[in-house]
């Protein structure tokens, strides 16, 4: 069977990883979350001011637990 070329140019590239993050504003459907390294984002999804969420790819994919953040550099 032919193999897709499409699909395998895109198995080529990780998919986007799912991100923690706090939201500091919304508008909207728009909203601006901070990550925990400090950087801000500007994403779809509705929720309320300094909850965490899930986001990848632009959009919040949903609620995150209320857990301390834990960054370790390698």
């Known amino acids: 069977m032919a193999r897709n070329p499409f699909r395998a140019f895109k198995e080529i590239f990780p998919d986007p990883p799912l991100q923690v993050a706090t939201v500091i504003a919304v508008d909207g459907d728009t909203a601006t979350v901070e990550l925990p390294g400090g950087g801000v984002l500007q994403?779809?999804?509705?929720?309320?001011?300094?909850?965490?969420?899930?986001?990848?790819?632009?959009?919040?994919?949903?609620?995150?637990p209320a857990l301390t953040v834990v960054?370790?550099?390698?």
Do not use: K, L, P, Q
């Open 43 to 64: 994403v779809r999804g509705t929720t309320a001011v300094d909850s965490r969420v899930f986001v990848r790819n632009g959009v919040i994919e949903g609620d995150a």
């Open 71 to 74: 960054s370790i550099d390698v």
